[in-house]
């Protein structure tokens, strides 16, 4: 991977963080927070469609690559493994639920679909192992899970969970929910 390519990746993933935050951001706050001239964000994307394409992929790829290194063959269905894969990308993967102009991208939609039915089989082989309720709507089962690593990114994020217990925290809530233990 040369250096270019390198900074091109770290790009992608500050202009994410940049667009959660904010997605009303204009160019020269991504730019800035980069580090960056806005002269040179826009030798690499011509347009804001352009950068916010090429975030949109960053997600993807990033999403494609951690249900590719889940074992879908362990004792959970490969949910632990999926949860710590997904947590650290959380901006990202907000970025990418979270830009309406997506809807619209045949391109970026036939990804999405593909890493998210990836996704749905590890979901899919925890509940077949009994990990995960066998009478809630697919659906359901993932949206919850989403909305659980959103979360725990976002968390991490400001401060309010440590990195390293995040993945333990989104599973005790998926699997035993937030209700008082009797």
Do not use: N
């Amino acid at each position: 991977m040369t250096v270019q390519i390198r900074s091109r990746l770290s790009l992608l993933d500050v202009a994410a963080a940049v667009l959660v935050a904010d997605p009303a951001a204009a160019l020269a706050d991504v730019a800035e927070a980069i580090g960056i001239s806005r002269t040179t964000l826009h030798k690499h994307y011509s347009t804001r469609d352009a950068l916010l394409t090429a975030v949109g992929h960053r997600a993807i790829d990033l999403w494609e690559q951690a249900v590719a290194a889940v074992d879908t063959d362990s004792a959970d269905g490969g949910l632990r493994a999926l949860t710590d894969a997904m947590v650290p990308i959380g901006p990202q993967l907000a970025f990418l639920w979270r830009t309406p102009a997506f809807d619209h991208s045949c391109e970026i939609g036939t990804r999405w679909e593909a890493a998210e039915a990836r996704g749905h089989a590890v979901l899919l082989a925890a509940r077949d192992r009994g990990v995960l309720a066998a009478d809630l709507p697919d659906w359901w089962i993932q949206q919850t899970f989403y909305s659980l690593v959103y979360v725990a990114a976002e968390s991490v994020r400001t401060g309010h969970l440590a990195p390293r217990d995040a993945t333990d925290r989104v599973l005790a809530t998926l699997l035993h929910g937030i209700g008082a233990r009797s």
